[in-house]
């Protein structure tokens, strides 16, 4: 599930119409809806605004639906969750699945730069 998805759902969780949303973050609603809709890219600014307005944090909005049925590691959570990152990164959603599909030993906890330095050897292969 992509960032605008992510967003129509927590809006209508909300039971807020896309006006309503569109006032209390102050966009146009037509961007809104096209933003929701993936005809528009979000911006971390503008994601930052809507997430405010939906009373959770960006990071939410960016899960990006990983479907494993198993919850995330702290670490990989916590570097989602930076969103700011995870654009610089330009971190795609087959690098995120790859990430969520790693298993480490019951003793391990890798943190969100084990993920990093894990995504740069990734792209080095």
């Not at 960032?3 to 146009?28: C, F, M, V, W, Y």
């Not at 599909?101 to 995504?119: G, N, T, W, Y």
Request: net charge neutral; charged share 30%; with cysteine.
């Amino acid at each position: 599930m992509d960032i605008g998805s992510q967003i129509r759902k927590k809006r209508k969780e909300l039971n807020l119409t896309l006006h309503e949303l569109a006032d209390l973050s102050g966009l146009k609603t037509s961007n809104l809806s096209n933003i929701e809709t993936g005809k528009r890219d979000i911006r971390t600014r503008t994601l930052e605004r809507i997430a405010g307005s939906l009373n959770c944090d960006p990071g939410e909005l960016c899960s990006r639906g990983i479907t494993t049925g198993l919850e995330l590691i702290p670490g990989l959570r916590e570097l989602l969750a930076d969103v700011k990152l995870v654009n610089l990164m330009g971190i795609s959603d087959s690098e995120i699945e790859w990430m969520g599909s790693i298993r480490f030993r019951a003793d391990q906890e890798p943190s969100k730069q084990d993920f990093i330095d894990l995504l740069f050897i990734y792209r080095n292969i």
